[in-house]
């Protein structure tokens, strides 16, 4: 069997963490498997770099935010590379570059183009067992380029497709993919499996188990994840793999914090406004996420839509501008708010699961902002402050957590 594991940052924290990586790795190998492990930066490091760079330069140039970045990963491998050397294991480091991952050139948030794992196979051949550094590539033209926050999943993903892989492992410090995230609502269980279309929604939607780009391609590409901790040892983690055999109406529920609402109010009701407000958003590389339009009174409508709260500072005045242009009468932002998510494959085809989402809000004497669906999702932006209520209520009223757990 070929298996591709990747190692999150707190698994690689320090030499003492990579001691149990290496123990992990070992017993795969004493088993007669082959393996290509995958790693991410030591703990913190790349935010540490990243805070370096803001000090040394604001504007934190792109191509030599990559080539700071992607030391963090280099490091990790030569380590723990050494850890297994010493413990009897052939092991060689290998950079993005030596792996094969060739990407295009757009800095921080590069797409891979194509892998090609020769020397990779070529040292697995021979015995070796290769420790890659994960969240990097190189362009065309031989630039380090780095994979977006979270891209290590990505090159073990990508690796795994590559190689044809029996598995791709993703090891972290949790126990795989929730029915919520543990710290917000205590009941929630881990989920034996999955889909991807299940994991994209989520990921997208604030889970932060995976790379949202690393479960796509993984659709794509029909790699099998296996969601799984290093430390939980008997943990059985979760698959995630192209049907949800199950289909629940609502498999996990997710939450994002860092979510934004713009408001035009008094914009006129006439073809033409959206597509001008919305394709000056997109020109500036803004991703519009919920979008309302309220029934038109007078000839005007009001218009809000939410983004990521990052993208507040170029969306506000973008804004700002179309409501002059159109004569609007006020702009209406509001950061105190948060995005919940219901997601399911079992939605499909079966109505009344939106209706029981927003009376377990109504239940819970939450009021919902915005509204977004999708054929497995359901979102609503609430209040900041009533965001763990309505996360705690949608999970409860789904029965997730005795649901799961009795499978267990
Ligand atoms: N070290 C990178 C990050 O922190 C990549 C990764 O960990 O997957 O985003
Ligand atoms: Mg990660």
Redesign the pocket.
């Known amino acids: 069997m070929l298996l591709v594991q990747k190692f999150?940052?707190s698994s690689v924290a320090t030499l003492d963490h990579m001691e149990r990586v290496a123990d992990k790795i070992r017993s795969v190998r004493a088993a007669g498997d082959q393996v290509v492990v995958v790693v991410?930066a030591m703990g913190d490091r790349t935010d540490e770099l990243v805070n370096l760079a803001v000090q040394a330069n604001p504007a934190m140039p792109a191509r030599e935010m990559d080539v700071l970045m992607a030391t963090g990963e280099v490091q990790s491998t030569a380590l723990l590379a050494m850890v297994l050397q010493r413990t009897g294991i052939t092991a060689q480091s290998f950079t993005g570059r030596e792996a094969g991952i060739l990407t295009d050139s757009h800095h921080r948030r590069a797409r891979i183009l194509a892998v090609d794992p020769a020397r990779l196979r070529a040292a697995l051949a021979d015995g070796i067992t290769p420790v890659v550094a994960g969240f990097q590539g190189v362009d065309e033209g031989g630039a380090v380029t780095t994979l977006g926050r979270?891209g290590?999943?990505l090159t073990a993903i990508a690796l795994a497709g590559a190689l044809k892989a029996d598995r791709c492992e993703i090891y972290?410090d949790v126990a795989g993919v929730f029915t919520a995230d543990p710290r917000i609502v205590p009941s929630a269980v881990p989920l034996d499996h999955l889909s991807y279309d299940e994991m994209v929604e989520l990921a997208s939607q604030g889970a932060q188990v995976l790379?949202t780009r690393a479960v796509e391609y993984a659709r794509t590409n029909k790699v099998v994840i296996h969601a799984r901790s290093t430390f939980a040892e008997d943990a059985p983690g979760t698959l995630i793999v192209e049907k949800n055999q199950d289909n629940p109406p609502v498999t996990a529920v997710a939450l994002a914090t860092k979510v934004a609402k713009i408001g035009l109010v008094g914009v006129p009701d006439a073809p033409g406004v959206a597509a001008h407000l919305f394709s000056r958003l997109a020109e500036h590389g803004i991703d519009v996420d919920l979008v309302i339009q309220s029934l038109s009174h007078q000839k005007l409508n009001d218009i809000a839509f939410t983004v990521h709260l990052d993208d507040l500072p170029k969306a506000e005045p973008i804004a700002r501008e179309v409501l002059v242009e159109l004569k609007g009468s006020a702009l209406i932002v509001d950061t105190d708010i948060a995005k919940v998510s219901a997601v399911g494959s079992g939605m499909l085809g079966r109505p009344g699961v939106a209706a029981r989402v927003f009376l377990a809000l109504a239940d819970a004497g939450v009021n919902i902002q915005m509204i977004g669906t999708s054929e497995i999702k359901i979102s609503c932006i609430v209040a900041a402050a009533d965001a763990k209520r309505s996360l705690l209520a949608i999970h409860q009223a789904f029965g997730l957590a005795p649901l799961n757990s009795g499978s267990r």
Do not use: A, L
Request: charge should be negative; avoid cysteine.
């Open positions: 999150g940052g991410s979270g290590s999943d972290s790379q």
